[in-house]
C-alpha cells in the first residue's frame, strides 16, 4: 500500500479542522438570580469579591466571558467542558443551592486549592495572566474562607 503523500496529510487534516467547527458545543451564561449569588449569601470583602472575580468568575460563574478561540475546535469542545465541570463543581452563582454542609466544604476547597496551586488552572493562566494569585489573595481568600466557614451553621 503506497504511503499517502504530504499534501494529502494536509488536506486531511484541513478538511478535518473544517468539519470540526460544525461541532459545537453550547457556550451558556445562565441567567443569574443576584438573591442565590455566593455575594449574597455570604460576607464577600470587596478584596475577596475582586480575588473571585478576576480569577474565579469565567469558570465558576454564569458570567462566564467566552474568549475568541471558544469558537475554534477544538478548543472550543475543552474548554466548555471546563466551564461545565467548574460550575458543577463549585458555583459562585448558585451558592444558594448548598446546603451549609456543602457550603462550608466548597470554601474549605477553595482555600486547600488555592494553596496547592490547583486553582486557577494553569491552562487558564496561560492565556489569563491577571488570574494569577498572589501570595497575598492566596491569604486573603484563604483568611475569607476560614472566617465564612466558621459562621456557617450546619
Not at 457556550?27 to 449569588?37: F, H, M
Not at 478561540?69 to 448548598?98: C, E, F, G, K, T
Not at 494569577?132 to 466557614?149: G, Y
Request: aromatic share 6%.
Amino acid at each position: 500500500m503506497p504511503r499517502p503523500s504530504g499534501s494529502t496529510i494536509v488536506r486531511t487534516v484541513v478538511v478535518l479542522f473544517v468539519v470540526a467547527q460544525v461541532i459545537r458545543p453550547a457556550r451558556t451564561n445562565p441567567p443569574i438570580d443576584p438573591s442565590r449569588t455566593i455575594q449574597a449569601r455570604l460576607a464577600v470583602t470587596p478584596e475577596v469579591s475582586e480575588i473571585l472575580g478576576r480569577s474565579c468568575r469565567d469558570c465558576h460563574s454564569n458570567a462566564t466571558v467566552w474568549p475568541w478561540y471558544s469558537n475554534v475546535a477544538p478548543v472550543s469542545w475543552l474548554l466548555v467542558s471546563h466551564v461545565n465541570d467548574a460550575r458543577r463543581h463549585v458555583s459562585l452563582s448558585n451558592w444558594a443551592d448548598y446546603t451549609p454542609r456543602e457550603a462550608r466544604e466548597r470554601l474549605e476547597e477553595m482555600c486547600t486549592e488555592v494553596r496547592e496551586g490547583e486553582m486557577p488552572m494553569s491552562s487558564y493562566l496561560i492565556a489569563h495572566k491577571s488570574a494569577a494569585l498572589t501570595d497575598t489573595d492566596q491569604q486573603a481568600l484563604c483568611a475569607w474562607t476560614e472566617r465564612e466557614r466558621s459562621k456557617i451553621v450546619e
